[in-house]
């Protein structure tokens, strides 16, 4: 069994800043991959990043300069440091852990960010 546990999540001024974190530590099952999705009001969940368990990481286009996605070392906990903040970043951000039996997903952390 999985537990995906978010963190982090706020209101902010446009051009702050915020970290998210996504604790899996208390997986049973290896983690290949821990990834950050997020929702606004109305649209489709969107990927924002991913994290391979070796600690390589990508993201969107999108948000490719502004956001880093991160892990640490030995542990399963993935952080997604999100800068330069817009208010079209205002979602509902989701981590996803997968592991060899299949993706869990947390529960949602929301972040506001206003103008």
């Known amino acids: 069994q999985v537990q995906v546990v978010e963190s982090g999540g706020g209101l902010v001024q446009a051009g702050g800043s915020l970290r998210l974190s996504c604790d899996a530590t208390r997986s049973r099952f290896s983690v290949l991959a821990m990834k950050w999705y997020r929702q606004a009001p109305g649209q489709e969940r969107e990927w924002i990043a991913s994290?391979?368990?070796?600690?390589?990481?990508d993201e969107a286009a999108s948000v490719k300069g502004r956001f880093t996605i991160s892990k640490e070392k030995r542990q399963n906990i993935a952080y997604l440091t999100m800068n330069t903040l817009k208010p079209e970043d205002t979602a509902v951000y989701y981590c996803?852990?997968?592991?060899?039996?299949?993706?869990?997903w947390g529960q949602g952390t929301q972040v506001t960010v206003s103008s």
């Open positions: 994290v391979a368990s070796n600690g390589s990481g």
């Open positions: 996803n852990v997968r592991t060899p039996w299949g993706d869990t």
